[in-house]
């Protein structure tokens, strides 16, 4: 029994060639959406790729941008057939070719889920990516005379900035690295020569963070070193009072921005993939009540469309066979013991000379 089975009129196989027509146009734009949410999330994870590790980051944009381009090219293609669909003359040509075309766009239609799901899914792979990259970014942050990192210190500067931050988990990370370059350090000065005396692996350690962390909202001046230091300050106890720094973690707030970015995204890829899918739908319905007029031979009567011919079961049954049965056609047997078709077949003697033959009788 077919799935979902509905009567078409003339009228009615019309319309719907001509709706499906002008949808198609509408998924060609909704694909070139799609490319350029793609385009902007790699540009934007790109923007701060100094500050990421090397990780497969770029997996859903990469993704993105694919299923655009791909759905330009087929919703192009759905629009052409279904323009072609609204005369069966001009069916017949597309005949053999809708069925394949509906099996590659509910592929297609898949792909696009897929992405969807994964904006919701990439959170973890990011963070991680975000933890390394800002831990190293930190770490190199004084080596502003060495080649290849000495523009992190303005990245960083820029990020905890813009983003209002501070610090990889917080602005207790500046405190385990120094952040201070050597060539600023005053080597005659006995203080500096303490900290460094003090430290096992000689760095030079404060109880700082640099000026990028203050926050220029705060109703007094900045204070980034000796934060933990209450009698260095007038009035201050670094355990109560609100520091006029900014306290949230860099990586928190990359991430929270990636975030919502991609939920958008998310969001936007799932009601293009339930647009896709009705797309389909009616692309289906098309196709089989065109299919179902040319067999019946009367182009002007009424014809049934469905969504399945026969029942979920039957048709998971039917394929599921074929995928078991693909290239068992042409399989020959090797095993000793086994039955061959041709064993107990005859042969003709055809190289046998002793055989009798008529001869014409002499006039």
Request: charged fraction near 20%; hydrophobic fraction near 40%; charge should be positive.
């Amino acid at each position: 029994m077919a799935v979902l089975k509905v009567k078409f009129t003339k009228t009615k196989r019309d319309k719907l060639a001509q709706i499906l027509w002008i949808l198609n146009w509408v998924s060609v734009v909704s694909g070139i959406i799609l490319f350029s949410l793609g385009l902007f999330l790699k540009i934007e994870i790109k923007k701060r790729n100094e500050v990421m590790a090397k990780r497969d980051v770029n997996s859903v944009p990469n993704m993105l941008i694919s299923v655009g381009v791909i759905a330009c090219i087929i919703n192009f293609l759905g629009g052409k057939i279904c323009y072609d669909c609204s005369d069966a003359n001009k069916f017949s040509r597309w005949k053999l070719v809708m069925l394949p075309y509906i099996v590659c766009t509910f592929c297609f239609t898949f792909c696009i889920l897929v992405g969807s799901l994964m904006c919701y899914t990439m959170r973890n792979e990011l963070e991680e990516s975000l933890y390394l990259g800002l831990r190293d970014a930190i770490k190199f942050y004084k080596d502003t005379d060495i080649p290849g990192r000495c523009f992190l210190k303005k990245t960083v500067d820029m990020l905890q900035i813009g983003f209002q931050c501070c610090g990889n988990n917080g602005f207790r990370d500046w405190f385990e690295i120094q952040w201070v370059s050597p060539r600023y350090l005053n080597m005659a000065s006995k203080e500096v020569l303490d900290r460094l005396k003090s430290n096992v692996d000689g760095k030079f350690l404060v109880d700082g963070v640099p000026f990028s962390c203050c926050n220029p909202s705060s109703p007094r001046p900045c204070i980034q070193y000796q934060l933990t230091n209450n009698s260095a300050h007038y009035n201050y106890d670094f355990l109560t009072e609100e520091l006029n720094i900014w306290v949230k973690g860099c990586r928190e707030a990359l991430l929270d921005y990636y975030t919502a970015i991609m939920r958008s995204i998310g969001m936007a890829a799932l009601l293009i993939w339930l647009f896709e899918l009705s797309l389909l739908i009616g692309v289906r319905y098309l196709q089989t009540a065109m299919k179902n007029v040319l067999l019946l031979g009367d182009l002007e009567g009424e014809s049934d469309g469905w969504l399945l011919e026969n029942s979920f079961a039957e048709t998971a049954k039917y394929n599921i066979n074929i995928i078991k049965n693909l290239g068992k056609a042409n399989q020959i047997s090797t095993v000793s013991g086994m039955n061959d078709p041709n064993i107990d077949v005859q042969n003709t003697n055809c190289g046998k000379t002793n055989v009798t033959t008529k001869t014409i009788p002499a006039a």
